[in-house]
């Protein structure tokens, strides 16, 4: 069973279980963009500092060449990084995605984070990452969140995104580019897990009628693969006591009744998997309901812990100050 959709404010419908490709490796990128085509995805996130944008690009030609799905059929999402942000660079840095990418149009393209970084050309070194000179220093743009997003919003006019939207944004940022924005953010892509349930910024955002997706559902369980101690000292939401004993209750996995925690809320979800079986039970994670009990002992582990925090791993950025 197909999941089921989110209806956006620009009148797409936006499948509620998807796949996010961060860290998923080279490699293995396209078969399993393949593969989850074939086991029912038709959306996939990914983004220009995930690495992998030409070999999901592989996948997705090699499922429309089988017949599987026509481009139609899916929804494309990728992101702005922050060397890009100034308003000349959007455009080229979109384009160049889409080449990646194989196709003429993002359904959505997001900015990745309300960050500018000084600009780093493509013959250097691509993704450009974090640092300027790619081992140590952080280089600081100049451009606007306003500048930035009005570049975006011309990417709609020319047709190469279909929507737009906003990434690890924090409420008076939002309230703020609200005032401006001729096209309204779609979407708001934060990390949530129980850990990390945020519900002023998800009141804000239902209020705003900007729909929320999800990364990093799994709290810890992503960033120990990076080796984080902050990671590394935390519970792991697969063996905490309240989701082991609701999935047991459902006859389910740890890692479904996650994300239908969220699901359930209204949010959207991409997690990511390398194991086929895995990526099928994360698709028919919307096939059964949690109670409301269990929906509130699930929200009560918020401990208001954030992994993906800049200030964290660079030492500066303190966007969540």
């Not at 990418?101 to 309300?114: A, I, K």
């Not at 006591?241 to 959207?268: E, N, S």
């Amino acid at each position: 069973m197909a999941p089921p959709t989110i209806k956006l404010n620009n009148g797409l419908e936006m499948p509620q279980v998807g796949l996010g490709l961060w860290k998923v490796e080279n490699g293995r990128c396209a078969d399993i963009v393949h593969a989850a085509i074939g086991a029912g995805y038709r959306i996939l996130d990914g983004a220009c500092d995930y690495g992998n944008e030409a070999e999901a690009g592989q996948g997705v030609t090699r499922a429309i060449q089988e017949g599987l799905v026509k481009r139609e059929d899916l929804f494309l999402v990728s992101k702005l990084w922050n060397t890009f942000h100034d308003a000349g660079r959007v455009e080229q840095a979109c384009r160049r995605q889409l080449a990646d990418w194989g196709t003429e149009y993002f359904d959505l393209f997001l900015m990745h984070f309300p960050i500018s970084l000084e600009y780093v050309d493509p013959s250097i070194r691509y993704p450009p990452g974090w640092y300027y000179d790619g081992q140590a220093e952080v280089r600081p743009g100049t451009a606007t969140i306003q500048e930035t997003w009005q570049a975006m919003e011309r990417l709609v006019d020319m047709g190469l995104a279909r929507g737009i939207g906003i990434c690890n944004a924090q409420g008076a940022l939002i309230i703020d580019l609200l005032r401006y924005a001729r096209i309204r953010p779609a979407t708001l892509q934060i990390e949530h897990s129980p850990y990390l349930v945020q519900p002023g910024l998800l009141q804000l955002a239902q209020a705003e009628g900007i729909a929320v997706t999800a990364y990093s559902s799994f709290g810890p369980q992503s960033y120990i693969e990076l080796q984080w101690q902050k990671a590394r000292d935390t519970p792991l939401l697969f063996e905490h006591p309240t989701i082991v004993a609701i999935a047991a209750k459902h006859g389910k996995t740890p890692a479904q009744v996650l994300l239908r925690w969220a699901t359930q809320r209204g949010l959207a979800v991409i997690p990511k998997s390398n194991d086929h079986a895995r990526l099928v039970e994360n698709l028919g994670s919307t096939e059964f309901d949690l109670e409301t009990g269990e929906i509130g002992a699930i929200s009560a582990l918020d401990r208001g812990l954030r992994f993906n925090n800049p200030s964290d791993y660079l030492g500066t950025f303190h966007i969540f100050a």
